[in-house]
């Protein structure tokens, strides 16, 4: 029976075969339709998903430019309720680059060390002073009114903690002053890589300048320099030299200097009854001290910075130079007073104002003169267009106007004779006097802290893209100071800029 039934199945197959054969065509279009109709809703699904997509990112869009403009009226409102006077013109010139309102990435306070791989000194942090008043005036009241120094503008420093300084604007004689500032091993690592630490020669381990180089010379250098020097100081161009084979540098600081010459001519050689004695402090080729030798036969010393500059205050001029300059533990290597002490761009980077002037004074005749020049104007950020933390090098701890910085002078027993700002520099005569000054008064302080505020906050919004996300969470906060003071502005289309500076 079972043979049976199979043998009866298998004679239906090729019947139910044909069957399929036939209603094959019939399923075959019918899953052709299914597909053309699932096709077309999975393409209507994905457009509407896209629609979704679209509809939600404008909405954030929608929601963030309604965010964005109710801010921008607060912060207007903000400026109209501190309006001043010199706000109000409507041709305000504006930069280009556009400051976001809002900083969505932030960035961690961290440095890449300098160096080449040189281990800093001091992991521990001793090696830090900390003011508890003003180093020239001896003045507690202050102000802090930036936490960081040019560090926060580059991508190496020492170790995490060098870019700290909390500069305070002194309450009596106005001077801005690192009250956090490096010392000892500390200080003489920066001073040992002043390039990187600077930021000089785009921040290179080598500045190329013979007359400006702070490292030290190998046997080699020291022939290449005397070699360059040996043609002096006047290598007259008919005569076809390449750069390479003499100094150029030297006939540039003559004349630059001669301003210099010419006003202590003026306004001290005059009262010298004898063979005056001098003391140039951090000359860069001696130009100054020579001037005054051959012109009124002066007795010159010197105390310079850098080995290049020692070697070629010897090798142009013939004049000693004792040891190196100090900044932290500063001291003058001579016996005796001066009749006149100069110092180029020694008062701002003095690590402790405090000694240096008492070596001066130590130092200085009782009717001698101190002339400070190269000391530069804080103008140039407070007015000009300079960014304040670029201008506060780590070297930097010291900054001042004519008024703070004859006040300062005054609290440490000198009388100024003659002051003149030049290309944001002062020029500073004084005299071993009285040294009597007079305070800020309290609308003198109240407006430069403001203007340092002000400053600090352009400098902040002026930093480069990549380096904003350190001030991440500040920013808020530097906006609307920033455009509440004038230092920013919507353009017509509403979008955030830099004023530029008059």
């Not at 009250?179 to 290179?204: C, I």
């Not at 900044?327 to 240096?356: C, K, N, W």
């Not at 304040?388 to 100024?416: C, E, I, K, W, Y």
């Amino acid at each position: 029976m079972a043979v049976l039934r199979r043998l009866s199945a298998l004679a239906r197959m090729p019947l139910q075969l044909a069957r399929f054969l036939s209603a094959a065509p019939a399923l075959v279009e019918d899953a052709r339709r299914s597909a053309k109709v699932a096709g077309r809703l999975e393409r209507r699904v994905e457009k509407l998903q896209q629609e979704l997509r679209a509809a939600r990112d404008e909405g954030r869009a929608l929601r963030k430019e309604l965010r964005d403009r109710l801010l921008q009226y607060n912060l207007l409102l903000g400026r109209l309720s501190r309006a001043r006077p010199e706000d109000a013109g409507p041709d305000r010139a504006l930069s280009w680059r556009e400051l976001p309102l809002h900083l969505d990435e932030r960035r961690e306070m961290e440095w890449e060390g300098v160096g080449g791989g040189e281990a800093p000194p001091d992991p521990e942090g001793r090696e830090w002073l900390s003011l508890d008043r003003c180093p020239m005036c001896g003045h507690e009241a202050r102000t802090i009114v930036n936490p960081f120094n040019k560090f926060v503008l580059m991508d190496k420093a020492p170790d995490n903690t060098s870019a700290r300084y909390d500069f305070a604007v002194c309450h009596a004689c106005g001077i801005s002053y690192a009250s956090r500032r490096p010392v000892g091993s500390r200080y003489r690592f920066m001073l040992r890589h002043f390039g990187e630490v600077t930021g000089k020669a785009g921040g290179d381990a080598e500045i190329k300048n013979p007359l400006l180089n702070p490292y030290a010379l190998s046997d080699a250098d020291r022939d290449r320099l005397k070699q360059l020097a040996s043609r002096g100081v006047w290598v007259s161009e008919h005569l076809g030299l390449r750069k390479t084979e003499y100094l150029e540098g030297l006939l540039k600081d003559r004349f630059d200097n001669s301003v210099h010459l010419d006003l202590l001519s003026s306004l001290v050689a005059p009262q010298w009854r004898t063979k005056a004695r001098v003391l140039e402090i951090r000359p860069r080729a001696g130009t100054i001290s020579e001037g005054l030798r051959r012109l009124f036969g002066a007795d010159v010393h010197a105390m310079a910075i850098w080995e290049s500059q020692q070697l070629l205050l010897q090798e142009v001029y013939g004049i000693e130079s004792r040891g190196l300059i100090d900044f932290d533990q500063f001291d003058i290597p001579y016996e005796g007073t001066f009749d006149l002490i100069v110092a180029q761009h020694m008062v701002m980077h003095s690590v402790r104002p405090d000694r240096f002037f008492a070596a001066v004074l130590q130092h200085l005749a009782p009717d001698g003169h101190l002339y400070l020049y190269n000391e530069p104007d804080d103008a140039e950020f407070l007015q000009g267009g300079q960014s304040m933390l670029a201008h506060l090098n780590p070297l930097h701890l010291q900054t001042f106007d004519q008024r703070s910085l004859a006040r300062a002078l005054g609290a440490r027993g000198l009388d100024v004779v003659f002051i003149k700002r030049r290309n944001f520099n002062h020029m500073c005569l004084a005299r071993r006097g009285s040294g009597g000054w007079t305070p800020m008064t309290a609308e003198e302080r109240d407006a430069r802290i403001r203007a340092y505020e002000t400053a600090r906050d352009r400098a902040v919004l002026a930093l480069p893209p990549e380096f904003r996300g350190r001030f991440a969470a500040q920013w808020p906060e530097v906006v609307a100071r920033g455009v509440a003071e004038g230092v920013a502005d919507f353009d017509a289309d509403g979008r955030l800029k830099l004023v530029r500076q008059r």
